[in-house]
């Protein structure tokens, strides 16, 4: 059985610990966000600080009794980096203002070893001839050019290893660090002594090559992760606000954040309260499995609270807003997301201890590398251990997974799919079996009225087929359901107003239909056990119904409830759902679970190119996460994909969790993944992505380890210098985050042949 997931901690519920995310600066490799992380585990008032180095975020949560916002930046500072409140809009220049510095540092560094490498030049070619003054005015030359390049150019590279000595960690700065020092004390020293050889041009070649490479890293990698990003600060949700309350109730939908303390609105059933509010017209029960984990729904009356993010479940209400923005479902949707694009799979959190692990045996090689070299030809000591420490540098290792994992997201995101739980992304990749909920998922949200079929009841009372549409209509006038829209639809078509002058009560039965006074008679309009208050026997099922949606109307006579009309409704196939089907089942089996008959669910399966065998109908919430849980018992490993309130059990269930964007907002809280469109193309493009991504890191895997087999013993027998291994390393780099950045290129389409 899979653990239950875990759910966004929300400031309306904790009155202690604030949420914080922050920019990061300064920063250049995974290594520097892997230090500020292990840095603020070690601060008291900091709770589950995670850092992301592709995205340059920092979210923590902090304890205001025991540090603040200032103090962890500050404390962030002290390593060398810089950080910005996230919502600090005037942040933003300083961190462009960072940006050009480092890029002004990078260009120094350049022209710097452009000339170190020209008063070199007589020493590559070994000329002998060149008299005693000469070869002291390149040697001073040169050593006065590195300064710079050491002091100013290269400490971003030393601030970040010192950092990593004080935490008592070792990162890629570490050996970077000591190889370009141990090359420049050595050529200091030649300088005063006029012996030696001169390692000068290597280590302002070093320097620049590595500020080049890494600026053009942080650029690629801010282009893959800039999509995301602006996919999770600009995500809208819209609320009904009314004018005019109580006197006319005249209500327009608005963005959530436009709303201000004070306001009305109106929140119909399946919608989410985007803010803090009071209950001030209505009754109604709302689930708040979001904000406290509590799975049975709360009552709410007049005067209660309505918390962010909870969802109204049964009929509509009236509320007014009583907090402030930052308490909105917007803002609890971007936390969660933004959280959740900081965390750390489980491959990159095993990429990167390998990358500490290695780290240790690359000293552990140019130590041995050293006392070998300074037995047989001390003259090659420094040579040979400066190109050991260089070319062996892991940060390829290092960038293989992230890079590709952030790429993927942004990817993801492009396809309108929202990236809740990073590892989902690895776990789709390997799923074996698709599970689909039918309505809404492959079939669009609406229904179209096929027959109706009046009662002898009906008959006899002189009723037309009209007459029961507009009663149907009425009493589902306040509801979003499939059925209701699909018959408020053809009452229209009919020209033909409902009667909602005739109203005197009316009831919503969750999952069952509604109940309501017309005047003095009362009605029911939804499924036929409810409708009926009993089940119905065969031969009172009309034939026309057969393989169709059924919607009874009915009247209360006494102690029973006689049918009036039966209303036959098709469901609409969403475009693609047939061709998603086929390409799947190229690599995992596929399922249908649904509430609907049997003879509608089997139907239509077979119209989508679905086996009986793998149908199961007549589901409840209940049946279908028993059904999850006996195939997950026999091994499968379920992606399941649904869109309706029932589905939330089900999907939270599931090893990967996919909810359709246009669904209940509670099966998207359950949610790994979240479709934000209707285009089933975009499910089969994260199917695809997902697997193009394993594919990719297991490239960069492959790429670090063999890169190193090959860089190790050629480097430690002296068969590279320091400036090869220079251009080795980096080169290593550059390979790693291009092959990463291929998959924002990747377009998998259902109507191709790829599987």
């Not at 875990?6 to 519920?13: I, Y």
């Not at 050491?150 to 990162?171: D, H, K, N, S, T």
């Not at 070299?373 to 062996?392: F, G, K, N």
Request: proline letters at 4%; a negative charge.
């Amino acid at each position: 059985m899979n653990s239950p997931r875990t759910t966004e901690p929300s400031p309306t519920n904790s009155n202690r610990l604030t949420d914080v995310q922050l920019r990061l600066g300064g920063v250049a490799c995974v290594a520097c966000t892997d230090l500020i992380e292990r840095d603020l585990k070690t601060a008291d008032g900091v709770i589950n600080p995670t850092a992301n180095y592709t995205l340059r975020r920092a979210f923590l949560q902090i304890d205001p009794s025991k540090t603040s916002v200032d103090s962890v930046i500050a404390r962030i500072e002290k390593l060398g980096y810089y950080a910005y409140p996230e919502s600090a809009n005037e942040m933003s220049e300083a961190e462009k203002k960072n940006q050009r510095r480092e890029f002004f540092r990078m260009l120094v560094a350049v022209l710097l070893m452009m000339q170190s490498m020209m008063f070199m030049y007589p020493y590559y070619f070994e000329h002998t001839d060149m008299d005693m003054s000469t070869d002291v005015l390149m040697r001073w030359s040169n050593l006065f050019l590195t300064l710079p390049a050491m002091f100013y150019c290269a400490v971003p590279i030393f601030r970040g290893a010192w950092a990593e000595w004080r935490l008592r960690q070792i990162g890629m700065d570490t050996p970077v660090t000591i190889a370009i020092w141990v090359a420049f004390i050595a050529s200091t020293v030649a300088v005063f002594t006029g012996e030696g050889h001169l390692y000068f041009d290597s280590v302002t070649m070093f320097v620049a090559l590595l500020l080049v490479v890494r600026y053009i890293q942080n650029r690629a990698l801010s282009k893959a992760g800039l999509y995301l990003n602006n996919v999770l600060q600009h995500q809208r949700l819209f609320a009904e606000r009314v004018q005019d309350y109580p006197t006319q109730k005249n209500a327009q939908l608005v963005p959530a954040e436009e709303l201000k303390i004070g306001d009305v609105i109106f929140i119909a059933s399946g919608e989410v309260v985007p803010h803090d509010a009071e209950l001030i017209e209505g009754q109604t029960a709302c689930s708040q499995a979001l904000l406290t984990g509590e799975s049975v729904p709360i009552t709410k009356r007049v005067g209660d609270v309505l918390l962010a993010g909870s969802m109204n479940i049964e009929q509509g209400i009236y509320a007014r807003i009583t907090q402030s923005n930052d308490h909105s479902e917007l803002a609890a949707i971007e936390r969660l997301a933004h959280k959740a694009a900081l965390h750390k799979p489980a491959l990159a959190l095993l990429a990167e201890k390998a990358a500490r692990v290695f780290l240790w045996g690359l000293l552990l090689v140019s130590a041995g590398a050293a006392v070998y070299w300074y037995q047989h030809d001390p003259s090659r000591v420094v040579e040979i251990v400066v190109a050991v420490l260089v070319i062996t540098c892991p940060c390829a290792l290092a960038l293989a997974v992230p890079t590709v994992m952030t790429a993927a997201q942004s990817a993801l995101a492009e396809r309108h799919v929202l990236v809740i739980q990073p590892e989902a992304i690895e776990k789709l990749a390997k799923v074996s079996q698709y599970v689909f909920d039918k309505t809404g998922t492959l079939t669009e949200d609406v229904q179209t009225l096929h027959t109706v079929h009046l009662s002898e009841h009906a008959v006899a009372m002189n009723m037309t087929e009209v007459d029961a549409l507009q009663i149907a209509a009425t009493l589902e006038a306040a509801s979003r359901h499939p059925i209701a829209l699909a018959l408020r639809k053809a009452l229209q078509e009919h020209n033909t107003p409902e009667r909602m002058n005739d109203v005197m009560a009316m009831e919503l039965v969750v999952g069952q239909g509604v109940t309501g006074t017309l005047l003095d008679q009362n009605y029911r309009i939804g499924k036929p056990p409810f409708a009926l208050n009993r089940e119905p026997v065969a031969n009172e099922i009309p034939t026309t119904e057969q393989g169709y949606s059924v919607a009874v109307l009915s009247v209360q006579n006494g102690d029973t409830w006689d049918a009036l009309a039966w209303f036959a409704l098709s469901d609409r196939t969403r475009a693609g759902a047939q061709a998603l089907i086929k390409q799947l089942q190229k690599t995992a089996s596929i399922a249908l679970i649904s509430g609907d008959k049997t003879d509608v669910v089997q139907g239509f399966a077979h119209s989508i190119g679905l086996d009986a065998q793998n149908v199961v109908a007549n589901a409840q919430p209940q049946d279908k996460l028993d059904w999850v849980r006996a195939r997950q018992a026999q091994g499968y490993r379920i992606a399941m994909t649904g869109d309706g309130l029932n589905d939330a059990p089900v999907l939270q269930q599931a090893d990967v969790a996919i909810a359709m964007g246009q669904g209940a907002s509670l099966a998207q809280m359950q949610a790994d993944l979240v479709v934000q469109s209707s285009d089933l193309n975009d499910i089969y493009a994260a199917h695809m992505i997902a697997r193009r991504t394993q594919l990719l890191i297991k490239e960069n895997l492959a790429w670090a380890l063999l890169y190193n087999v090959i860089a190790i013993p050629l480097a430690a027998v002296g068969w590279v210098t320091p400036i090869v291994a220079t251009i080795g390393m980096l080169a290593s780099s550059m390979i790693v985050v291009t092959n990463s950045l291929r998959i924002l290129r990747y377009q998998p389409n259902l109507n191709s042949t790829e599987s």
